[in-house]
């Protein structure tokens, strides 16, 4: 018998994710573009959001169709799903698309996010506006939308935020990143308790530093590395595939009784690291 008749496909190890439909938003690049992916591999239905145009979304879906390869699951689709997170009308219609092309929605992943920097002093209302209306708003209206479905069809959906460890850990010269991921944690933990009787669970992850595409300039660069993992206890940044795994867990039916929470991938950004060596104000 062969290797591959006796060895277990990854995707079995996480359990009720096959044939499920997943939306995920921002999935062009990054942890959202791995996580796309990850779901891909364990069997997933995956709509990958992008912004502006479909090339945006090309590299992503190569990846999905690889990973549809690799474990060789008939069935599995992906589908590309234009809109602005910002723009109420724009999820209506992904959300609606995502549905329609998915034969259903299971599972949504709130991860489109955009950060910018100035000074608090030097920050415009209008910049300040802008980063609360992708990460929060946006949040807000993708969940508003996937809830509607989840109660629609009377079914145990799922939403997964991406937050940050910003979440928890104040941003200097990034305070809209810092107010939004704050809010990240009540939306998540509102919709968690409003709907937890429906069968509907909403979870977060509060990645740390992650390696993706768009930092490799500190990733190739010895001393912002160093100023980075300095600061981090198990002394590296994660990956993008670190965050996907804890993405499809909390959509797994081994998660099944976790509602409310923010799970941190961070290797122990948020351990107040600085306390690491034990001291005395004696």
Not at 91 to 106: F, I, Q, T
Request: with cysteine; proline share 4%; hydrophobic share 40%.
């Amino acid at each position: 018998m062969s290797a591959t008749a006796t060895t277990p496909a990854r995707h079995e190890a996480m359990p009720g994710l096959k044939g499920k439909g997943v939306l995920v938003t921002g999935g062009t690049s990054g942890i959202g573009q791995a996580i796309a992916v990850k779901f891909a591999e364990y069997g997933a239905n995956v709509a990958i959001n992008y912004l502006r145009t479909a090339e945006e979304a090309a590299d992503t879906e190569q990846q999905v169709h690889a990973c549809v390869n690799r474990v060789q699951r008939e069935g599995v689709r992906d589908v590309l799903v234009r809109g602005d997170v910002s723009q109420e009308d724009q999820v209506v219609a992904m959300v609606g698309k995502a549905v329609s092309e998915l034969g259903g929605l299971d599972v949504l992943i709130n991860n489109a996010g955009i950060q910018v920097s100035r000074h608090s002093d030097e920050l415009s209302s209008d910049d300040f506006d802008k980063v609360l209306a992708v990460n929060i708003r946006g949040a807000f209206l993708c969940a508003r939308e996937a809830i509607k479905h989840f109660l629609a069809e009377g079914k145990r959906g799922v939403i997964i935020n991406v937050s940050s460890v910003h979440q928890l850990i104040p941003k200097p010269d990034y305070l809209g990143y810092s107010v939004s991921k704050g809010g990240m944690q009540n939306l998540t933990r509102t919709l968690a308790l409003e709907y937890a009787a429906r069968g509907i669970r909403v979870n977060g992850i509060g990645p740390g530093a992650t390696v993706t595409p768009i930092n490799r300039a500190w990733i190739d660069d010895p001393v912002k590395r160093e100023m980075v993992e300095s600061h981090i206890p198990m002394a590296r940044a994660g990956t993008a595939d670190e965050m996907g795994a804890v993405a499809c867990f909390l959509a797994s039916d081994d998660a099944a009784y976790i509602t409310g929470q923010t799970i941190f991938v961070d290797g122990g950004l948020t351990l107040f690291p600085s306390f690491r060596e034990p001291w005395s104000s004696e």
